[in-house]
């Protein structure tokens, strides 16, 4: 029977086996020091004479658990019997028990498969799998359904560029850019709150830390609601749980990272400013004239929510026209019912009241140029009677880099796929 | 305040305000009937003259709400206002309140955006909802880590054919088979445990019920286990889950169905038998013949399964190991320690114990005639040191039809893809 690492502290005194990975060893000659690393954290596994064992073999090993104050978290095996269950080859291309801010980003990516084996970057991935768990343990609690719709589409609805094609049999499709069409279709349909967690395209040659050709959507979608307001609401209330679960689940993947998780008490208080509003403010915070908001801008604004509201994030509103897709809900002024979460100096969701007469998507269809022909399913979900509604999708991979304080979002994707990189 | 269907017997005599869609209007001169929709159910509205509405327009109704034998359900509400908020077109290619097993299944494909308001049809996704909730539910009980590992491989890892091009800036990639690559890359990362819920692609030329050419894949797999059976044991507490979720939560959609879903108690009975054993008892069963098993054979394996153990299904394992993918573990006798799960006459999971040792990988991939050149960062995986491990995939949209007793596959799909649909 295994005995985790993290069980370990109940069991002083007691036979156990453990089983993971070699992570270091240290032979002072009378006494070998190894560190064994398993799921649940590490431990320090002490024998009386050098076993033969090898870094990142995987091992099996009986010993005696006991307390003792030099040992790394106060606890120790002292192992009688070792076995190795699958030897590494000691053509190690790095260290893996080094510090992975040594190593860059790029040799990070190159060698995956192996750098996750470094306890700091698999905790980014424990730390977002809380993140998917809370974004779906919300919505659920609030009535929506999980939906899955097809990732391969005849043509896109966010403007037609941008988009990979697929050879399909004797056809072409795409890659969907977001699950636009589908979660509309089935708020309309009578599901009235749905929300999908799926990979989404973008077939631009960015090559930015913000950037990358293939993410995770997490995306929301809501009828009979009032206004944007509500999305906004709602988005609050997920991102409290997600901080809260972290916090409740993650501590030991979040101090490896020396992170700070927002209070979720604090996010009710993320300030709501409209887009001329966030102009001006951060015309105020750089004392620059803006015409419209840069990367420095945003993060001027979420600098400027920590000061103002204690959480460094910040919605803004009421984007105008010609900002936002044609499905938008116009507003006054040639602005809309749309809105973005800015969140630590970057947009980390974007959202609105759509549309849902058809009369005005085939004017405002018009009014951006786009060609109503081939949009028949589309323009049938609003044809047929579709509740006022709205929408938001975070990015997965963005929030994941965020929470955490990561310089780039590819070291919040397990694979990321950029221009250049399509492997492993 | 929007008061919801579900929500009426516990407000007989109060005045309320239900939103939704016009299911069924019936005028009968001095007083009129309308059905009303929402996503909690649909109750019958009263009105003293008719009102102003037509079919699948999505209104907003203030009443009171009255007791009344006659009405479905017992209740009913005497409306006193009624507001249009979306007014569907006349022209409706069908019905939506007719009974969906009258239209053929390609009308009700063609049509997604409005076939789906049909309730029964929207219930099947209700209870895939569930399915994916109590799948996740399950797993993360159990220590596994969620894991999003990209689509867009360069190579597939069984075996290359049947693999969907995509054209990715200036070079070609392939939609992903299974996350196979990746989540034995995790499981050795350090996870142990990972699952991943994500679409899968098949470019096969298939045209059958039980095949789509993508599927949301439900995806296990777990380090340091002793044998297949571990896997087995996995799940069927996972099935349990399932089961237990959509008898607790999905009555209603169940009951849309006739459907009788199995007892969570009778998981732990399902029958495991090796491919020998299971040619044997098709061959008695079925009084022919048995080579392999065929589509026949899958089916009198379940009904032999509710004969002798009470539930519709049957573990086979063993299977030859030219049978099954280059990775999976070989066994005596040319066999592996690999299974299939038939559920309902249908193979709904399949999975093994993956070869962990570096070697036998090598040697493995001579034997299936493969190159080991560009798979360089699979071998890697292995390479340097992998815990013994195995895991399974079980499809969604194929548990969600057997669960349901639904005629194909395609109507557990949201919006399915098959050689010659690719829209909406």
């Known amino acids: 029977m295994r005995t985790l690492v ?29 560190v064994l690393r398993d799921r649940t954290g590490s431990v320090q596994l002490v024998f009386d004479a050098r076993p033969d064992v090898t870094p990142e073999s995987v091992v099996r090993v009986t010993g005696t658990v006991a307390l003792n104050d030099k040992a790394p978290g106060g606890i120790e095996v002292r192992a009688r019997r070792v076995e190795t269950l699958s030897a590494a080859a000691q053509d190690l291309p790095f260290p893996v028990n080094q510090d992975p801010a040594k190593m860059p980003l790029e040799a990070i990516l190159d060698h995956r498969m192996l750098s996750l084996r470094a306890p700091a970057l698999l905790s980014i991935f424990r730390v977002q799998s809380t993140i998917l768990r809370c974004f779906a343990h919300c919505l659920r609690a609030e009535g929506f359904t999980e939906i899955k719709t097809s990732k391969l589409i005849g043509t896109g609805t966010e403007g037609g560029t941008g988009l990979f094609a697929v050879e399909y049999f004797d056809t072409r499709v795409f890659l969907t850019q977001s699950p636009q069409i589908y979660k509309q279709a089935l708020v309309a349909s009578g599901l009235e709150r749905v929300f999908e967690i799926g990979p989404a395209y973008r077939a631009e040659k960015h090559d930015t830390p913000r950037h ?9 979608e809501m009828a009979f609601i009032e206004s944007e307001q509500d999305l906004m609401d709602l988005e609050t209330r997920i991102l409290a749980a997600i901080f809260q679960g972290i916090r409740d689940g993650n501590q030991r993947d979040v101090d490896a990272w020396k992170a700070a998780i927002p209070d979720p008490a604090s996010c009710p208080r993320i300030p709501r400013v409209t887009h001329d509003e966030a102009r001006e403010i951060v015309g105020k915070e750089t004392g620059h004239k803006v015409y419209e908001i840069t990367p420095e801008g945003e993060r001027a604004l979420c600098e400027w929510g920590m000061k103002t509201a204690g959480i460094e994030a910040c919605f803004v509103h009421g984007y105008p026209r010609k900002s936002r897709p044609f499905y938008t809900l116009p507003a ?37 140029d786009l060609n109503p022909d081939g949009m028949a399913d589309y323009l049938s979900i609003f044809r047929y009677g579709c509740p006022p509604h709205g929408g938001f999708a975070i990015g997965l991979e963005r929030l994941t880099q965020k929470v955490l304080g990561l310089a780039s979002v590819k070291e919040a994707t397990l694979f990321p796929r950029d221009r250049k990189r399509t492997r492993p």
Chains 1, 2 share one sequence.
Not at 18 to 25: K, M, Q, S, T
Not at 212 to 220: P, R
Not at 334 to 341: A, G, K, M
Not at 345 to 365: A, F, K, P, V
Request: glycine share 10%.
């Open 332 to 368: 006054e002024n040639n602005r809309t019912h749309s809105f973005d979460l800015l969140f630590r100096g970057l947009e980390i969701t974007s959202g609105s009241m759509r549309i849902n007469r058809y009369e005005m998507l085939l004017d405002n269809l018009k009014a951006f």
């Open 6 to 34: 993290s069980e370990l502290p109940g069991k002083v005194g007691s036979a156990v086996t453990l089983a993971g990975w070699v992570h270091r060893i240290r032979d002072l000659g009378g006494v070998s020091f190894v």
């Open 212 to 220: 990358i050709n293939e993410f995770t959507s997490l995306d929301v």
